[in-house]
C-alpha cells in the first residue's frame, strides 16, 4: 500500500505571493491534519479534514486554509505569504480520525523570501 | 488548550536504557502519543496511550498517568539507529464537531545515542 505522497516537496516563494501545497492519503484513510513544523515552535496543528469537512482547527491566521475532495485527497493554501510561514509543511492520514495513529508524508519544505 | 513539557536533549549509550519524559496540561485529553523523527523525515508512530498504565512494544515501552499528566517513553537495548528526535504529543477531547485528530506535539527530544 502507497503511503502519503506529498506535492511539491520543495518550494521557493516569495512574500506577498500565495501557494497550494497538495497531500494524498493512504488508500481507504478519510481523516487528513495538516502540520507545520518549524525549528523555534515545533510541530503545530493546522487543520484536519474528514469526509470533505473541517473537523478540528488549530490556532492560525485565516491565511491558512484547506480543504478536502471526495477522494479524499487535500489541498492547503497560504495566501499573503510572510517569511514567518519558511516551514516544513506535513501532512498525515488515518482511518478514521479516532484513537489511531497517524501516518506522515514527507513534507512539502516551503522557503518564503 | 494544551501545554506538553519534555527535555529538549538527551544523550546516552549504545545498549543502555533510557528514559524520555513527558508532562502535559490540558484543558481536555483523549490520548497520549510518541512519535519518531529522524533528521530529514516524517514522524513515524512508535506508540499510543489513553489508559493509565504501561503499554510495551518490542524494545519501546510507553506509560501514562493521567492524574499526574504523566508520560514517559522507555527505550532499551539502544542502537545506534535510535538517534532521533522523539516527540510526545497529546490528542484534544473534541474538535469542531466533536472527535478527530486534534494533536499539540511537544517541541521534541533529541536523543544522542553514543558508542
Known amino acids: 500500500k502507497a503511503g502519503v505522497t506529498q506535492t511539491p516537496r520543495y518550494l521557493i516563494k516569495t512574500r506577498g505571493q500565495q501557494v497550494t501545497l497538495s497531500c494524498s492519503p493512504i488508500?481507504?484513510?478519510?481523516?487528513v491534519s495538516w502540520y507545520q513544523q518549524t525549528p523555534g515552535q515545533g510541530l503545530q496543528f493546522l487543520f484536519e479534514?474528514?469526509?470533505?469537512?473541517?473537523?478540528n482547527k488549530g490556532n492560525f491566521p485565516g491565511r491558512f486554509s484547506g480543504r478536502q475532495f471526495s477522494n479524499s485527497r487535500s489541498e492547503m493554501n497560504v495566501s499573503t505569504l510572510e517569511l514567518g510561514d519558511s516551514a516544513l509543511y506535513l501532512c498525515?492520514?488515518?482511518?478514521?480520525?479516532?484513537?489511531?495513529?497517524?501516518?506522515f508524508g514527507p513534507g512539502t519544505r516551503l522557503t518564503v523570501t | 488548550g494544551q501545554n506538553i513539557d519534555q527535555p529538549t536533549e538527551m544523550t546516552a549509550t549504545e545498549g543502555a536504557i533510557v528514559q524520555i519524559n513527558c508532562t502535559y496540561q490540558?484543558?481536555?485529553?483523549?490520548?497520549l502519543f510518541w512519535y519518531q523523527q529522524h533528521a530529514g523525515e516524517a514522524p513515524t508512530f512508535l506508540s499510543y496511550?489513553?489508559?493509565?498504565g504501561l503499554e510495551e512494544k518490542g524494545r519501546f515501552s510507553s506509560f501514562l498517568s493521567r492524574s499526574k499528566g504523566y508520560s514517559y517513553l522507555l527505550l532499551k537495548e539502544l542502537q545506534m539507529k535510535d538517534s532521533a528526535s522523539y516527540l510526545c504529543?497529546?490528542?484534544?477531547?473534541?474538535?469542531?464537531?466533536?472527535?478527530?485528530?486534534?494533536?499539540?506535539f511537544g517541541t521534541g527530544t533529541q536523543l544522542k545515542v553514543e558508542l
Open positions: 498525515a492520514s488515518s482511518l478514521e480520525g479516532g484513537p489511531r495513529e497517524q501516518y
Open positions: 488508500s481507504g484513510h478519510r481523516s
Open positions: 479534514y474528514f469526509s470533505e469537512t473541517q473537523r
Open positions: 490540558t484543558s481536555g485529553f483523549n490520548g
Open positions: 496511550n489513553v489508559l493509565d
Open positions: 504529543a497529546v490528542r484534544d477531547q473534541g474538535g469542531l464537531t466533536g472527535g478527530g485528530n486534534k494533536l499539540t
